[in-house]
């Protein structure tokens, strides 16, 4: 068995190199635009070319991110992207868009696809799909238990994360950001609501601001070796928008675990570069106790020492691990961030400075040490041996010989009348590398007292030297297929053949609703165990359907979805008309289980031509909740809209509480509360384990009408629900409409 890859983040030029430097087998980049993290320094078109050549010398594959949702305005620009990177040629693209990547793929047929850990691929069904729609590999969710892992890497070539930041929510496929700030972190700009503090509030539930919500950094080099027998092709590191010296100790970290060698100074390196939380083992191997970092937010380091005394605003250390240099950062901890102090170059020498509240004992933890980046950054580059050979007779043009490739040289030696060229000369010469990372041996045939023109033979080697390292880009050319335009397919992907003006209701209780004026009912109970709840939802159901409305029934199926999942869902499902599914494997499961798909609003479709992909093989798709209302009427009059109600933000595969199935009895719905007194509501539900669900602070106006529309009625009280009945029913805006706040969500606007 061959060891798995090392793909490793590079989020700027500089980190490339490290990258490069410290044994990375593969590097992930963002180029300008379409990129998850679009605040990265990233890559220009123009630039890529060298970048592809200097990486593919040593070896190293580049695979490129264009895994931002695009919109219908985009379309156009994203597809001429790729095709420029592509026959750059980029050994990879990673998209988030599944049913995107499947019209990619008819456009060039040879491209090398991944798919996104933001596509949320946590099952085989997932696997499966990808792999039909022509993707080579999946980057699965990280809350992927190992048992699903094994199932798809037999399947598919897979990726997996091994260290850096994990998302709160279910696969980094979040709206947090989206309906709290307006940045989306589907389009690269998440503004990171999770990262702030938040108490619980709830029966039975005590708790302090804390930072609820903010994950520990995932650490899987204990699992590695474990990973390694589930036949994972390739094992990433997270991090695009962390600093050089992160790149540096994370490459030189996981290249020695890879091979079988745990360097224990290296891995405290590499948390004095980057620590949240001390790293955890996060969902794949169970729930790890260290996996919310409640206490301390950011990069936490690593203690080297404790406050000794405290002169003004000057901290005294003691017990010092290292010695200071200035420029050195510390946090200082107690049970919690009480402050931090850079060591300053004084009068009387380095002193620690320090803001905040500190007092005798606490704890120095150092955030940035001077002494290691300068380590990092005095490696030697690495040089690609070149034999370079240089063939000269008077009356001939030169040859010089590139590591086998001949290029010749514009002007004829000539005979020299006074001073003749030397081989030392001429091998000086071939030493020079300008931009290109080789390391020559120069030789050199010539004639005695032969006279070359100096600028000719500096043209002759640059010429030489830039088309050798151009070859490694390795050009992808080939079975190119010509781009129609966008505009041509509009019309065709616009169009869908399903019921017009239907109106459908998410709930986990339809016995309170007062109309009957829906043909869709979407049940989300609370316990796909409880049989009785199922019972009573279609009790209910038909006595709404007895003044005659046909209303088909769907089972909420999450994104998230186990093979023990799976197996509740096949049997509950028996008596309903289809799947409302977030996670787009439900078109397998569907399909196995001989029920219509209805594709949810996690599926976060953006643009026509996934709409018209996905269309092809659904009964019912809905729209992204991330889009305006001029920007949804673009693209489909029969895609369904989220029209009103709760707006879920999140989804939570872990336990808030770090409980273990069976410990908590916990089981009403209980709010998240943040600084500024803003209730999040938070939803408890059960399948073969609980699963969480965080709703925005304010439900959804319905103020923006749609052919097809989306209600959404899982945590509305009384009022609530009357004044969305009201407007179904088409009736005079309710007189409860005043009586609770609303937002117009992002019909507005959308989001950048």
Do not use: W
């Amino acid at each position: 068995m061959t060891n798995p890859e090392l793909l490793a983040p590079v989020g700027c030029e500089e980190n490339f190199f490290a990258a490069v430097n410290f044994g990375a087998d593969a590097v992930y980049i963002g180029l300008s635009d379409f990129s998850a993290r679009k605040n990265a320094g990233n890559f220009s078109l123009e630039r890529l070319p060298y970048i592809l050549s200097y990486a593919h010398l040593f070896g190293v594959k580049v695979y490129i991110a264009v895994n931002t949702v695009i919109k219908n305005s985009e379309l156009g620009d994203y597809i001429e992207t790729i095709k420029k990177a592509y026959l750059c040629g980029a050994d990879a693209f990673i998209v988030q868009d599944l049913f995107l990547g499947r019209y990619l793929k008819k456009c060039f047929p040879d491209i090398c696809l991944h798919l996104s850990t933001q596509a949320g691929i946590n099952n085989l069904d997932g696997a499966k799909l990808a792999a039909s729609y022509g993707f080579s590999r999946v980057i699965l969710a990280r809350e992927t238990p190992i048992e699903e892992i094994k199932k798809i890497a037999a399947f598919i070539e897979t990726e997996v994360f091994v260290h850096g930041a994990l998302c709160t929510c279910f696969s980094g496929h979040c709206y947090f950001s989206s309906f709290v700030g307006g940045k989306s972190g589907n389009r690269g700009l998440c503004r990171q609501p999770c990262r702030k503090l938040y108490k619980y509030e709830g029966k039975g539930i005590k708790d302090d601001y804390r930072f609820a919500l903010s994950l520990s950094d995932l650490s899987l080099h204990e699992k590695v070796a474990e990973l390694i027998t589930t036949g994972v092709k390739s094992f990433k590191i997270e991090g695009r928008m962390r600093s050089f010296e992160y790149v540096c100790a994370s490459c030189d970290f996981y290249s020695d675990i890879l091979k079988g060698v745990f360097d224990r100074k290296k891995y405290e390196n590499l948390l004095r570069t980057y620590n949240r939380g001390n790293g955890c083992k996060g969902l794949g191997f169970g729930q790890d106790e260290r996996l919310i970092s409640d206490k301390i937010q950011n990069h936490m380091g690593v203690i080297v020492g404790r406050v000794a005394g405290i002169s003004r605003d000057t901290i005294i250390a003691q017990n010092l691990k290292k010695s200071i240099a200035a420029g050195d950062c510390f946090k200082i901890i107690d049970e919690k961030e009480k402050g931090n102090c850079t060591a300053l170059t004084t009068s009387k020498g380095i002193v620690l400075k320090y803001k905040g509240k500190a007092a005798v004992g606490d704890f120095l933890a150092i955030t940035k040490d001077v002494s290691l980046i300068d380590k990092y950054r005095n490696v030697p580059k690495k040089l690609f041996p070149v034999e370079a050979k240089l063939v000269a007779r008077v009356g001939e043009f030169p040859i010089l010989t590139v590591n086998g490739m001949e290029f010749q040289g514009k002007l004829v030696c000539q005979q020299a009348v006074t001073a003749a060229v030397t081989k030392s000369q001429i091998k000086e010469n071939l030493r020079k590398t300008d931009v290109y990372p080789f390391e020559v041996a120069p030789s050199c045939e010539i004639d005695k007292d032969i006279f070359i023109v100096k600028s000719s033979l500096n043209e002759l080697r640059a010429r030489a030297y830039a088309e050798y390292f151009n070859t490694f880009a390795c050009q992808n050319k080939k079975h190119l297929k010509n781009i129609e335009k966008i505009e041509d397919f509009d019309d065709d992907y616009s169009k869908h053949n399903s019921e017009t003006s239907t109106v459908a209701i998410i709930s986990a209780d339809f016995g309170s609703l007062s109309i009957v004026d829906f043909e869709n009912a979407i049940f989300c109970p609370a316990d796909y165990n409880d049989k009785k709840l199922f019972d009573k939802f279609f009790a209910d159901i038909e006595k709404l359907g007895k003044n005659g409305n046909g209303i088909k029934t769907y089972l909420y199926v999450p994104a998230f979805l186990t093979t023990d999942d799976e197996k509740i869902i096949a049997e509950r499902s028996e008596r309903f008309d289809g799947l409302y599914c977030e996670g787009s494997f439900g078109l397998f499961l569907a399909k196995r289980l001989k029920k219509e798909f209805f594709g949810g609003v996690e599926l976060n479709v953006t643009n026509r031509l996934t709409y018209g992909e996905l269309v092809a093989s659904a009964h019912k798709v809905s729209l992204s909740k991330e889009l305006s209302y001029d920007e949804l009427k673009s693209m489909s009059s029969d895609g369904f809209v989220l029209c009103g109600g709760s707006i879920k933000i999140m989804s939570l595969e872990y336990c808030p509480f770090g409980k273990k199935c069976g410990s908590c009895k916990r089981t009403d719905n209980f709010t998240l509360k943040d600084y500024d007194g803003r209730a999040f509501r938070v939803r408890r539900y059960k399948i073969s384990s609980c699963r969480f669900e965080v709703y925005n602070c304010l439900p959804l106006k319905a103020d923006m009408r749609f052919e097809n529309e989306i209600y959404d009625f899982t945590l509305l009280d009384d009022k609530e629900r009357d004044y969305y009945s009201a407007i179904i029913a088409n009736k005079v805006r309710s007189e409860n409409q005043n009586k609770f706040l609303a937002t117009s969500g992002n019909f507005k606007k959308g989001v950048e």
